[in-house]
């Protein structure tokens, strides 16, 4: 598998979904996505209030079960750490919930569940 743009070329296929291949597979790719897109979303909404973050670190989990015959993302976690100056906790928190709810690739997954489990970090 090879992106357009050259960022990753790598190993693709069935034995690293479900099994110890190499390389990636959907569900990674889906993670990494979700990941830098609520990133960019949270540093976006919090540098236009006025609160110009020092870092956002964020992992996605993106969680595949068997559905009946077949198998399913259920659920992703989104973790995020943040350093933002001179913000408190409830802004913060307010501000992650809006670019969980806001960020392109959430609205395009909004059919599973999405979780979001944020720190501020000093």
């Known amino acids: 598998m090879k992106m357009q743009s050259g960022a990753y070329e790598g190993q693709y296929s069935f034995s690293s979904r479900f099994e110890e291949g190499t390389g990636t597979n959907p569900e990674e790719l889906i993670a990494a996505a979700h990941a830098g897109c609520f990133s ?5 909404s919090l540098s236009k209030a006025g609160f110009v973050p020092d870092h956002v670190d ?13 198998f399913g993302i259920t ?4 973790r995020t750490d943040a350093k933002v100056p001179n913000i408190d906790e409830a802004t ?11 960020c392109p690739v959430s609205q395009a997954l909004n059919s599973v569940k ?8 000093s």
């Open 40 to 44: 960019m979303a949270l540093s976006a």
């Open 75 to 78: 659920r992703i976690v989104l």
């Open 114 to 121: 999405i979780e979001l489990e944020a720190k501020l970090v």
């Open 92 to 102: 913060f928190l307010e501000q992650a919930e809006g670019a969980k709810k806001n």
């Open 58 to 70: 964020t992992e996605a989990t993106v969680h595949l079960e068997k559905q009946g015959e077949g």
